[in-house]
């Protein structure tokens, strides 16, 4: 058990190396790998995740953090395809069209995918069209936008709108985030969710999966 | 009867004295040209339509001083960056110069004057000092670190923190240097400069990485411009609460700060020593309404401008989509709650 602590406080320190070491050792040692996962891996996003909800940590932590998860998940991914591991959710996450800020986007792929969701990132300076391309290919539970400028926002409230006109909006719930975007703002755009950091996303996400099993 | 000029009431703030009211200042940026009627390529490229946007957006909405804002990526492009200026969004990089960090060795700090882009931006400068009367023009410079995240791209930048400390040093040895070439020729146009650190806000670093890394550069750009009687103003966007200390620390002279950080934290820790100049929230020039606008310029009066040593301000450049109506509010609120 303290080998998988060791794994999430490498996590936490942002250090690749130590923990692409200790989880080979673990797998090694024939420790579960759903669990190095979750207790290891995971737990150590969680925690850092934590320390930057309350302003302990900071951008450059959670990228280090990042990077280190996925010295890991390296080794355990090809042992995780069939053990049975399905995700909790399938995102769809992408900076709008005209923004081509791609750090917090690329932060909370990494923490929605930790927390159990599959992500497919459409990257930067994406149209409504690429959007529009994977929703309407089926099995899309949020659709997630990220601005970090004033004058990309607007491109958020036409991409819900191309949505709304390819008649798949009301297939998806809608959340938005970046540095410009606010509470108020998603509610103005008609989008479902709003988190104001990658941490926050999880739990908005989660959410926003409840109330769309509720819909049905 | 108003007796007081635009520059008396800028003197007066700079003394720690008073004049009629608060001075005021729109960083206007993009939209400049958007109310002088020119396109983004116009604004980039023509000096001309540059420092006319600029004069336009002044007799429109008279400001107590300006600042030509040229373009952000101007610095990079002179060393080699593809800058894409698209039709209705601020410009944008294409490529990045240390892709490879061992280019660094291959970049050299050229002459200003020989480099297209800076000339235009250093005749945008003269022709926005003679071209708008009676307020006081200053320029900007990109500062070390926002220029090193622009040449090695600032994700990678933040590795390189973790992974080679030295090119990180070496880089920003390379940008200080250049920075005290750059703001000098500013300078030499006739106008004030302003260093502006767009990526030194913490919404994307962290305050070991501000004093391991930025620090040491910002005090010795500001002591190498103080021994020269050179003041130069420094900016940084976003939030900047957790660095404010160390970067007061590296005795700047006038700091301007972004609606995100909180302006009554820095006039408690600044004792009245720093000029301070910010930070109605941008996202108001867009969308704010006149109650929200009023409310959010008594706020920063209320907190900074006893003391006098503060310039009302913008918290950054204001959005593109800004709305005229909301510049009146801001001007109109800043008469009404500034009168000392």
Redesign the interface.
């Known amino acids: 058990m303290s080998e998988l602590k060791l794994i999430s406080e490498g996590v936490v320190e942002?250090d690749a190396k130590k923990v692409g070491e200790l989880t080979k050792r673990a797998i090694d040692e024939g420790i579960d790998v759903v669990k190095i996962l979750d207790d290891g891996l995971i737990a150590g996003m969680e925690m850092i995740g934590e320390l930057f909800e309350r302003?302990e940590?900071?951008?450059?932590?959670l990228?280090?953090a990042a990077?280190a998860m996925r010295a890991g998940m390296e080794l355990l991914n090809p042992l995780l395809v069939g053990s049975g591991v399905k995700p909790i959710g399938k995102v769809v996450l992408g900076t709008v069209k005209?923004d081509?800020h791609?750090?917090g986007k690329d932060l909370v792929g990494i923490m929605l995918n930790c927390a159990g969701f599959e992500v497919i990132d459409v990257g930067v300076n994406a149209p409504p069209e690429k959007f529009i391309d994977i929703v309407s290919g089926g099995g899309i539970d949020i659709v997630g936008m990220s601005a970090l400028?004033?004058?990309?926002m607007?491109m958020m409230k036409t991409t819900i709108e191309a949505l709304d006109a390819a008649g798949l909006r009301k297939q998806v719930k809608i959340m938005i985030g970046g540095?410009?975007v606010?509470q108020d703002?998603a509610e103005s755009i008609g989008a479902d969710g709003y988190a104001s950091n990658a941490a926050e996303a999880v739990n908005k996400a989660k959410e926003l999966l409840k109330l769309k099993g509720d819909d049905k | 009867m108003n007796t007081f000029t635009a520059k008396d009431r800028i003197v007066a703030a700079l003394k720690g004295q008073y004049a009629d009211r608060v001075p005021v200042a729109v960083m206007f940026g993009l939209y400049a040209a958007k109310l002088a009627g020119f396109t983004t390529m116009e604004f980039f490229t023509s000096a001309e339509k540059h420092a006319e946007s600029h004069a336009i957006a002044c007799a429109m909405f008279p400001p107590d001083t300006i600042t030509v804002s040229g373009d952000i990526f101007l610095e990079a492009e002179a060393f080699g960056a593809q800058v894409e200026f698209p039709e209705d969004a601020p410009p944008h990089l294409k490529t990045l110069v240390l892709e490879n960090k061992a280019d660094l060795a291959k970049l050299n700090i050229p002459d200003p004057k020989k480099v297209t882009r800076l000339c235009w931006y250093l005749e945008a400068c003269e022709r926005a000092k003679t071209g708008i009367k009676g307020i006081p023009v200053s320029g900007a410079s990109a500062g070390p670190w926002t220029l090193a995240a622009d040449l090695r791209g600032l994700e990678k930048l933040i590795f390189d923190t973790t992974d080679d400390p030295d090119f990180v040093h070496k880089l920003m040895r390379f940008t200080t240097e250049w920075a005290k070439v750059w703001i000098a020729t500013v300078r030499d146009t006739g106008i004030g400069v302003g260093m502006g650190e767009a990526a030194a806000s913490c919404s994307v670093i962290s305050p070991k990485i501000y004093k391991t890394f930025i620090k040491p550069y910002h005090e010795e750009l500001l002591n190498y411009f103080k021994e020269r009687k050179l003041y130069i103003s420094l900016h940084i966007c976003g939030y900047i609460d957790p660095i404010m200390e160390d970067v007061l620390d590296t005795g700047v002279g006038m700091l301007s700060i972004d609606g995100p950080s909180s302006l009554k934290k820095l006039v408690e820790m600044s004792k009245g020593k720093v000029v301070i100049m910010g930070n109605v929230p941008t996202p108001l020039f867009a969308e704010g309404t006149r109650e929200q606008m009023e409310a959010a310029v008594k706020e920063c009066i209320d907190t900074a401008a006893k003391g006098s040593k503060y310039v009302l301000c913008s918290g950054c450049e204001i959005p593109f989509n800004s709305r005229k109506e909301n510049i009146s509010y801001f001007l109109e609120a800043a008469n009404k709650y500034g009168r000392y």
Do not use: H, Q
């Open positions: 942002g302003k940590a900071f951008v450059p932590e990228l280090l990077r005209g081509v791609n750090i400028l004033t004058t990309s607007p540095a410009v606010t703002y």
